[in-house]
Structures are given as structure tokens and as C-alpha cells.
């Protein structure tokens, strides 16, 4: 059986770092999700996300090819973020996704049992904020307002009883080093693909 290794954790926690290393270095296949937030800098359509617009979105969940969404009221108007049916490509190997508390929830109980892994990274608080302070500088239009809104949400978002309910039981620390956060995942990973 294949599975999906789905990334979760609070807005810069190192996901994104982590999901391109385990892409590149265990070469498992992207989960690229949809957002209807705009690009950012650096960014690139299909890889990171799929960019779409609000029609896009109610068109695609109107047929039927969505499989979860959220949408967030941010201080820059309502952005949703969504998994489709064409995300995810199992029959294609293992894969990796990146995603919210609520949307690991929701795939999982899309796919048979067993087949979605959970990843929880998790970065103590001053950490995290820091990181995300300097993501937003480097972008030419920064968004401190949103980022702030976020680091918020985050405290509800991944409360622990949200993660208990959600039976997150594995988390991996990436306070530290990427390095060591990533020989952790890659152990996991591999222990549960050689089974």
C-alpha cells in the first residue's frame, strides 16, 4: 500500500523547507494543493500550490473534485486553500502533503485506514515567530498583519486537545536544526514504507 506522509504544523514551523528535502532526497511524489491566496515571491504555479481564483475554486468543488477546503477571512480578504481529487497520486507511489490540523483530518478519512501519515513539526513559539518575520521581509510587499493573524490561529488551530482528537501521538522538533528534524522524518518514513 501506498501512503501519504502529510506535513503538518504551525506557520513557520519548516514545512516547506522539510517537504522539498523529502521530495528531492526520498523522492516521494508532491501533493500540490490549490490556494486562492495570491503568489508570493519565489513561488512558482504547480509547485508549490496551484493558484487559482475563487471562480476556479467553486467550479472545481462544484463537479465534485474537491476533497477538503478552508477558507480564512485574512486582513488582505478571504483566501481557501483546498485539496482535490487530482492532488494526491497514489497510484503513483508514496506521496508527501503539506496541510492544516483540519485538513489531515479530513483526508484521512477520505483514504482507507493506514493509508495517511501523519508528520506533525512542531517549533517552540519565539522560534517560529522570528522565523516568520524574517519570510516576510525578504517579501517585497510584506504582510505583518496576516502573519500576526496567523500566529494566533495557530495557538487554537493546534491546541493539544485538537491534536489528541486528531490522534497526532509522533511529533518531530524542529526548534533546532533542520538537519536533525529531517534524519528523524527520513527514519520514520522509511520505517513505515519497508513494512
Known amino acids: 500500500m ?3 506522509f502529510y ?11 522539510l517537504y522539498r528535502r523529502i521530495v528531492e532526497e526520498l523522492g516521494l511524489i508532491p ?19 496551484h493558484f487559482v ?14 476533497i477538503e477546503y478552508r477558507t480564512y477571512d485574512t486582513v488582505y480578504g478571504k483566501w481557501t486553500y483546498f485539496t482535490a481529487a487530482d492532488s494526491i497520486l497514489l497510484g503513483d507511489g508514496n506521496c508527501i502533503g503539506i496541510g492544516t490540523l483540519e485538513s489531515y483530518v479530513k483526508v484521512r478519512s477520505y483514504y482507507e485506514n493506514g493509508t495517511v501519515v501523519p508528520l506533525y513539526i512542531e517549533v517552540d513559539d519565539d522560534t517560529r515567530f522570528l522565523r516568520a ?5 525578504g517579501q517585497s510587499k510584506p504582510k505583518y498583519l496576516e502573519l500576526c493573524r496567523r ?11 485538537k491534536l489528541k482528537e486528531a490522534g497526532i501521538t509522533h511529533r518531530f522538533d524542529n526548534s533546532g536544526t533542520t538537519e536533525q ?15
Do not use: W
Open 2 to 4: 501506498n501512503h501519504l
Open 7 to 17: 506535513l503538518i504544523g504551525k506557520s513557520s514551523s519548516g514545512k516547506d523547507t
Open 31 to 49: 501533493a500540490v494543493l490549490y490556494t486562492t491566496r495570491p503568489i508570493r515571491d519565489n513561488e512558482h504555479e504547480g509547485k508549490e500550490y
Open 53 to 66: 481564483d475563487e471562480a476556479g475554486f467553486l467550479r472545481m468543488k462544484d463537479q465534485g473534485k474537491v
Open 133 to 137: 518575520v524574517e519570510r516576510e521581509k
Open 151 to 161: 500566529f494566533v490561529a495557530d495557538s487554537i488551530d493546534f491546541s493539544e486537545e
Open 181 to 195: 528534524c529531517f534524519s528523524e522524518i527520513k527514519k520514520y518514513i522509511s520505517d513505515i514504507t519497508e513494512d
